[in-house]
């Protein structure tokens, strides 16, 4: 199964990025923060166990996601 997380604020970044560290596709939607999180990855802190996602599958527009139906 695919997921696409559109709209990668705290909400959306979180549960995304949980399901990416446990190994699901997960493909982010990003706008704004596209290229810095395509050079960096993308990092969640949370009191649940902060991690790092080194390469996230990130886009920056939707019809170029795996998972949508556009």
């Known amino acids: 199964m695919r997921y ?3 709209g990668t604020g705290a909400i959306g970044g ?6 990416a560290q446990h190994g699901h596709d997960v493909h982010f939607l990003l706008r704004s923060d596209y290229e810095y999180v395509k050079a960096n990855g ?3 802190d949370s009191c649940e166990g902060s991690f790092h996602l080194d390469s996230p599958k ?3 527009t939707p019809p170029t996601c795996p998972s949508a139906t556009w």
């Open 4 to 6: 696409g997380v559109i």
């Open 14 to 19: 979180y549960y995304g990025g949980r399901l």
């Open 42 to 44: 993308f990092q969640v």
């Open 58 to 60: 990130c886009i920056c």
